[in-house]
């Protein structure tokens, strides 16, 4: 994992990106706030009331010495804020609703992002992945040509990293939004120095069962060239088609992936899911994520179950997808 983050640190050095923490009254906040600071390669942006959140951190036992910290009760832009969002929203929020949903710390700091006066945004330890997402679809919005946005893990395991998508956003996916987690899943890998090969998942390898769901994920892979046709991508593959290359050899000997994929797309959120939960209960990976992949600007979810290390981590990640 040291290897995976050092990357990272390179990448952002002397950068000094701009990450907002919504949360900033949360102890795992403070701390990873605190610690990212002090290395310098992020400059944290801490929402809410100075003088409560310098008490909380004094009472956590950590510094916030190098935090940003912005009072949506005090900030001077926040009249322009709320034009820009009005205008933002094209008619479907007033003056009087901007005003009061920019009180909100998440839509506060979407708004910070959205008006460049931060890099990207991470939230989540005390709110739902809703809470996060719908401010950054509402006013970030997807990139030019994506559709959704998509949640993707990083699975690693000593030097094994794997990108595993979409594990946590998209329920039933179309053959066209398949094609979209594949491409934005590439872009996402060169991040964390995977040169990406993309197998298509499914419950057959090749056309060896025929059904909706299979011709789906062949539609995919089509649909996904015509996006890059650099990408190296196939399927459709059961597991272990992708991954084993005796397997690959005997289902897909004709196949550019030969049991050497490092990109698994799921058909479904069900399958995503349960997949990268087994990866990490019973094969020991960590699973980094999940990464928010679409949107015009970074902004990522972290889990309310989150620790300090997966703040921090978040965070260098957030930060490396806006360079």
């Keep these: 994992m040291s290897d995976l983050f050092s990357t990272l640190k390179e990448k952002l050095h002397n950068e000094h990106k701009r990450i907002v923490f919504p949360e900033a009254m949360d102890e795992r906040i403070l701390k990873a706030a605190g610690r990212l600071a002090k290395e310098s390669q992020v400059k944290p942006v801490l929402i ?85 997402v719908r401010p950054a679809l509402q006013i970030i919005k997807t990139k030019e040509g994506i559709k959704k946005t998509s949640g993707v893990f990083i699975m690693v395991r000593e030097d094994e990293k794997y990108v595993f998508a979409d594990c946590a956003i998209n329920i039933a996916p179309t053959s066209e939004d398949l094609a979209e ?27 060896s069962a025929k059904s909706p769901e299979t011709e789906k994920v062949e539609k995919a892979i089509a649909l996904a060239k015509e ?51 087994i990866a990490q209960r019973l094969g020991n990976f960590e699973a980094v994520g999940p990464i928010l992949q679409g949107l015009n600007r970074p902004v990522n979810d972290l889990s309310r179950g989150c620790n300090e290390e997966d703040v921090y981590k978040l965070a260098l990640i957030t930060a490396a997808q806006s360079l």
């Design 181 to 207: 987690i594949a491409v934005e899943s590439a872009e996402t890998a060169h991040l964390f120095g995977i040169e990406p090969r993309v197998a298509m998942l499914s419950f057959s390898t090749k056309g």
């Design 48 to 132: 809410g009331n100075e003088e409560k959140i310098k008490q909380k951190a004094t009472a956590v036992e950590t510094t916030i010495i190098g935090c940003d910290i912005i009072d949506p009760d005090n900030y001077e832009k926040f009249e322009e804020m709320v034009n820009r969002f009005v205008e933002r929203r094209k008619g479907k929020a007033t003056k009087e609703d901007a005003e009061k949903l920019l009180k909100d710390e998440n839509y506060f700091g979407t708004m910070l992002v959205y008006m460049n006066e931060a890099d990207g945004l991470v939230s989540g330890a005390a709110h739902s992945t809703a809470d996060t």
């Design 227 to 277: 996006k890059n046709g650099a990408l190296v991508i196939d399927g459709e593959f059961q597991f272990d088609a992708a991954f084993v290359p005796s397997v690959a050899q005997k289902k897909a000997p004709d196949s550019p992936i030969q049991g050497d994929a490092n990109i698994f797309i799921f058909p479904s959120l069900e399958a995503g899911n349960i997949g990268y939960k």
